[in-house]
T-cell receptor, first 114, second 114 residues
Framework: GNSVTQMEGPVTLSEEAFLTINCTYT??????LFWYVQYPGEGLQLLLK?????DKGSNKGFEATYRKETTSFHLEKGSVQVSDSAVYFC?????????????FGQGTTLQVKP | NAGVMQNPRHLVRRRGQEARLRCSPM?????VYWYRQLPEEGLKFMVY????????ESGMPKERFSAEFPKEGPSILRIQQVVRGDSAAYFC????????????FGQGTRLTVV
């Protein structure tokens, strides 16, 4: 079945460092891919998405490219801030086209130190 | 336009009691999804509902759990005879329709069974 695997955390970085959080997936069909962010005590917010191979999603300085050949959707940011500290979840659509039914990775905690 | 509203934010129940979790979708959204997040894990899909209909309950435990989304009022996730293993964060998401747009998440209800 479909699944998502993320790199284990926590990831600890200094402010202005480069960030990569790895995400790989297995899926049948053509899922859409997402990155969600969860700040402490809050719900999930959509960070970015990509709906087909080679699409690049971007938002707030974060980017991820839908790589079908490597089944990956790695999250990157060139210069992290303390305010980026949160848990990041990679996800894909469980059923093609239904953006509400999602399969999530286990989450990666990012801690950014000043 | 208020976001997805869940209440209560925190709920404490003794073993054997019933837990009722409520979710009011965003205005104009007719699709609701419930997810469970166990400690240190990602979110797991439980059930997908439209008004007065359960569309997909493939992620719901077979016993003690039920969900509804009546014509009027919020969606309810009901857990009967709670056990310690039910302690988790329960998130609701809503979307306007199939594949139309992203799903928006509520802030979650954190259930603690003592």
């Amino acid at each position: 079945g479909n699944s998502v695997t993320q790199m284990e955390g926590p990831v600890t970085l200094s402010e202005e460092a480069f960030l990569t959080i790895n995400c790989t997936y297995t899926a049948t069909g053509y899922p859409s891919l997402f990155w969600y962010v969860q700040y402490p005590g809050e719900g999930l917010q959509l960070l970015l998405k990509a709906t087909k191979a080679d699409d690049k999603g971007s938002n707030k300085g974060f980017e991820a490219t839908y790589r079908k050949e490597t089944t990956s959707f790695h999250l990157e940011k060139g210069s992290v801030q303390v305010s980026d500290s949160a848990v990041y979840f990679c996800a894909l659509t469980k059923d093609s086209g239904n953006t509400g039914k999602l399969i999530f990775g286990q989450g990666t905690t990012l801690q950014v130190k000043p | 336009n208020a976001g997805v509203m869940q209440n209560p934010r925190h709920l404490v129940r003794r073993r054997g009691q019933e837990a009722r979790l409520r979710c009011s979708p965003m205005k104009g959204h007719s699709h609701v999804y419930w997810y469970r997040q166990l400690p240190e894990e990602g979110l797991k899909f439980m059930v997908y509902l439209q008004k007065e209909n359960i569309i997909d309950e493939s992620g719901m435990p077979k016993e003690r759990f039920s969900a509804e989304f009546p014509k009027e009022g919020p969606s309810i996730l009901r857990i009967q005879q709670v056990v310690r293993g039910d302690s988790a964060a329960y998130f609701c998401a809503s979307s306007p329709g199939w594949g139309v747009a992203e799903a928006f998440f509520g802030q979650g209800t954190r259930l603690t069974v003592v």
